[in-house]
């Protein structure tokens, strides 16, 4: 059973950054999507960030282009999601995702294609 393992949450004020990690087990990634998604409570579940197998296309949404960088790391099994510049509406709950279609761009973006989902780390960010 594929497993995904995201570390790195926490609270920092606006401007700060924070590194996710989530490394899976039982699967390698290397043939897959991966993904970023985060939810705010009452709100669905928002796709933040994506890469495809082999990296050649990484796909942002609008909020966060410029300040978030998805990246992947097959040897380690593990991907990342770097954020910087980090504002209270970047609050949520994080999860990462595998897409086994290996989908790129908008469609990686889409939580009900994906295969597998971490339990979630919660990001917080205020002053």
């Known amino acids: 059973q594929t497993q995904l393992e995201e570390s790195g949450g926490g609270s920092v004020h606006p401007g700060g950054s924070l590194r996710l990690s989530c490394t899976a087990s039982?699967?390698?990634?290397?043939?897959?999507?991966i993904a970023w998604f985060r939810q705010v409570a009452g709100k669905e579940r928002e796709g933040v960030a994506c890469?495809?197998?082999?990296?050649?296309?990484?796909t942002y949404a609008d909020s966060v282009k410029g300040r978030f960088t998805i990246a992947r790391d097959n040897a380690r099994n593990t991907m990342y999601l770097q954020m910087n510049s980090l504002a209270p509406e970047d609050t949520g709950v994080y999860y990462c995702?595998?897409?086994?279609?290996?989908?790129?761009?908008?469609?990686?973006?889409?939580?009900?294609?994906?295969?597998?989902w971490g339990k979630g780390t919660t990001v917080t960010v205020s002053s």
């Open positions: 995702a595998v897409d086994g279609g290996n989908r790129r761009g908008s469609d990686c973006l889409i939580s009900y294609v994906m295969d597998y």
């Open positions: 039982e699967r390698t990634l290397e043939y897959d999507s």
């Open positions: 890469i495809n197998a082999n990296g050649g296309v990484i």
